[in-house]
């Protein structure tokens, strides 16, 4: 069946180091790939997302990129600071139905 | 904040009983989602409505069950509860009821079953 696996599941880094979050999707039909930041007690927060038209994209300080012949996509976030910490999830949909398959889930903790 | 609306924040309950989750979409979207977030399972999607209809379900207990109203509010039903019923629900909305639009989760509702 449809399944998102996510690594790493805990990501520790320097304030201004880059971290990079990956996740492979298994259903070939895929063709949404959003990215959601969930902070303690709030809900998940969409903060870039990237259809399968398309290879890559940027939003200032974080790149989304996509393999879809690996089923493969990436987060990427510059010059971290601080507040970047929280709970990355990343997620695959298709047209149909329109639900969101999640990865497990990162957290990243980012120090001062 | 996403606009997307969820009451109550909080909901204490014991077993066997019924409860009734709220959730109000932003201005303009057509389709609610229901998801349930717990420690073992993750974010689990469990049914999408679009302009009142059921449009796809995840795996959603038979003791659940939802519906969108015409005002496009949605009610999650959760009866029979059980411990394991424990976790944070979200719904979230779109414009349209499309795999690729962006979805906006609300604030949830963190459920707790003694």
């Known amino acids: 069946g449809e399944n998102v696996e996510q690594h790493p599941s805990t990501l520790s880094v320097q304030e201004g180091d880059s971290a990079v979050i990956k996740c492979t999707y298994s259903?070939?039909?895929?063709?949404?790939f959003p990215w959601y930041k969930q902070e303690l007690g709030k809900g998940p927060q969409l903060i870039i997302d990237i259809r399968s038209n398309v290879g890559e994209k940027k939003d200032q300080r974080i790149a989304v990129t996509l393999n879809k012949t690996a089923k493969h996509f990436s987060l990427h976030i510059t010059e971290t600071q601080p507040e970047d910490s929280a709970v990355y999830f990343c997620?695959?949909?298709?047209?149909?139905?329109?639900?969101?398959?999640f990865g497990q889930g990162t957290e990243l903790s980012v120090k001062p | 904040d996403s606009g997307v609306t969820q009451t109550p924040k909080h909901l204490i309950t014991a077993t066997g009983q019924r409860v009734t989750l709220r959730c109000s979409p932003r201005s303009g979207d057509l389709s609610v989602y229901w998801y349930q977030q717990s420690l073992d399972q993750g974010l689990q999607f469990l049914i999408h409505y679009y302009n009142g209809e059921e449009r796809a379900k995840g795996n959603i207990l038979e003791r659940f069950s939802a519906q969108q109203f015409p005002d496009l509010h949605s009610e999650l039903n959760l009866s029979s509860l059980e411990l394991g019923d424990s976790a944070l629900y979200f719904c979230a909305s779109s414009a349209r009821s499309g795999g690729t639009d962006t979805q906006y989760f609300g604030p949830g509702t963190r459920l707790t079953v003694l």
């Open positions: 259903d070939s039909a895929s063709n949404y």
């Open positions: 997620a695959a949909s298709m047209n149909q139905g329109g639900k969101l398959i």
